[in-house]
């Protein structure tokens, strides 16, 4: 289907891949508003939904501003790397919520540029403008994902310069540093997440495909030193350790046979690729009427596109002649079609095989992300076949795309934003009353106090009842000598009951419409911190004693 095509050179003449010359404006323009998008998701900064799972990110800057060297982010699954940049930004700016925003900003800025590279090499320059729209403003899921402190970001934007990398290479870039980047690239995403082996392994092969130059032992000694260098601190984490970060890694750990891979595959097909590039859920995007009546028509769209371009326009190529075909080789989107195919194929595959299929939570969706990277390049060949027939229809569609993609985007001023900021105000409300009680240990459920750790710069200890989630392992730092104590949750019946259970003695009260709390009289207790966090806990997961 794909023949071996004689090398291209670098930068093609051909007219068809020159954007009109008084388009130039285009490409920044478009790439300053998305700069000023992913600026105006991050600030004026506010309490994220799942607070408690991205302030893990100043938790691990915490970690290494004290010099420790923490090689992944969370248990053993995902690479450190976003805590780095977050260890800057609070070294040259102070630790904030806006400092800890800051980090997706500036990733999702350089994603921007890497991504549109790889969309000019791998396009063209023409086709690249019909593309970068998507790129963007993208699809809700994808934007929420790579908005948010968490690693996300990072991971994405190394899996879109290894792309733009290879692309270079597949063109004729015979530069060794280039060679070396490429490496370097693969080999930090590889320490970030094992999730981007959905674009990196693909362009390898891609890669191998078209330079077999490079399987040469000098360049494939350039690569290797790159992708060592890249993914040092995994590889020397699992030599000391060995492999043991594989065995947790559910992307690793197959499936348990033919039936549960079916069954993943029918819903990564019914229910993921929707979420991917049509999401209603509400995570911090909430929907909204406009993106319920949308919905469909995009998700129509895209998946129409996509099919247009990996099999109807490879079909229509079939029946041409040698010489045609020749002429097409000088094309980039003709020679990239295997690349982007070969993502199509794998990055879906590798969650369908492996344990990460089963998962059916709402956010199952986020293993999918490498995947987008290349949604903007399948829809802008049939895109541009569509303009040159009807300017107005392609117009159409494409509005219809960008309007679902920014509809229920939490923008300030909507209401959406309007509640998580006042929660943020909430949560500093909550910090004072446990200043002004000089308390040293809070107590709870893990989505309710762990942002503690952070807001407090861990001078409070906020400890999970649900020992699995305490991914600091804050409870095994409590001091042998008596702290103040305070129990959090969500209303004063459960405060109630929670006490009750523990036999406590004390008084409570409420902060805003998110908190209450209890302080034990007497306060400290009597028991060591240790001891009192184990009764807190074996009190926290009694039933509730049934009304009379």
């Known amino acids: 289907m794909f023949p071996d095509l004689p090398m291209p050179p670098a930068k093609p003449d051909d007219l068809a891949a020159r954007p009109d010359p008084s388009l130039a404006w285009v490409a920044p323009l478009l790439l300053c508003l998305g700069v000023a998008l992913r600026v105006a998701l991050a600030f004026p900064t506010y309490k994220y939904q799942a607070d408690a799972d991205e302030i893990l990110r100043g938790l691990c800057a915490f970690r290494i501003m004290r010099w420790e060297h923490p090689v992944f982010y969370v248990a053993e699954r995902l690479g450190s790397v976003a805590g780095y940049l977050t260890a800057l930004l609070f070294w040259i700016f102070g630790v904030s919520r806006a400092s800890l925003a800051a980090g997706p900003v500036v990733t999702g800025a350089l994603t921007l540029g890497v991504w549109y590279l790889f969309l000019q090499e791998a396009l063209g320059r023409r086709l690249a403008l019909f593309a970068l729209p998507f790129a963007v403003f993208p699809a809700p899921a994808f934007l929420h994902f790579t908005t948010q402190p968490n690693t996300y970001p990072e991971i994405v934007f190394l899996c879109a310069a290894a792309l733009w990398l290879a692309a270079r290479l597949a063109r004729g870039d015979r530069s060794p540093w280039t060679v070396c980047a490429f490496g370097l690239s693969v080999g930090l995403a590889w320490w970030a997440s094992l999730l981007s082996l959905g674009c990196t392994f693909p362009a390898l092969i891609w890669v191998a495909w078209r330079r077999r130059d490079l399987l040469r032992p000098h360049a494939a000694a350039r690569f290797t030193a790159g992708f060592v260098l890249g993914a040092l601190p995994w590889l020397a984490y699992n030599v000391r350790h060995p492999l043991s970060s594989l065995r947790g890694t559910a992307l690793i750990r197959p499936s348990s046979g033919l039936a549960a891979m079916l069954d993943n595959a029918r ?60 002429r097409e080789a000088a094309r980039p989107e003709v020679n990239a079609l295997p690349l982007l195919a070969l993502i199509a194929v794998l990055a879906p595959l590798l969650v369908i095989a492996s344990v990460a299929g089963a998962d059916r939570s709402v956010t199952v969706v986020r293993y999918l992300l490498p995947l987008y990277l290349i949604i903007p390049a399948l829809l802008a060949p049939p895109l541009a076949a569509l303009a040159a027939r009807s300017r107005a229809a392609a117009a159409a569609g494409t509005a ?90 969500a209303n004063e019946q459960e405060l109630s009951a929670w006490a009750a259970h523990a036999k406590l003695q004390g008084s409570s009260r409420c902060v805003a419409a998110d908190y209450c709390v209890f302080l034990p009289d007497p306060n400290p207790p009597g028991a060591s911190p240790a001891q009192f966090n184990l009764r807190l806990r074996a009190a926290y997961f009694q039933p509730p004693v049934p009304s009379p």
């Open 267 to 326: 819903f990564l097909a019914a229910d993921n690729l929707r979420e991917l590039i049509a999401s209603v859920k509400n995570y911090e995007l909430g929907a909204n009427p406009v993106t319920h009546a949308l919905q469909k028509p995009v998700l129509a769209m895209v998946l129409l596109a996509v099919f247009a371009s990996l099999v109807v326009f490879p079909l229509r190529r079939l029946g041409r002649g040698r010489q045609e075909l020749e």
């Open 400 to 489: 219809a795309i960008l309007v679902f993609n920014l509809a229920a985007a939490p923008l300030p001023g909507t209401a959406k934003r309007q509640l998580l900021a006042d929660r943020a105000v909430h949560d500093q409300q909550l910090l004072a009353l446990l200043e002004t009680q000089r308390v040293g240990a809070v107590a709870g459920s893990f989505w309710r106090v762990y942002p503690i750790n952070f807001l407090s710069r861990e001078r409070i200890r906020a400890i999970p009842m649900q020992q699995e989630d305490d991914y600091y392992r804050v409870a095994e730092r409590l001091p042998a000598s008596p702290l103040r104590w305070a129990l959090v949750a």
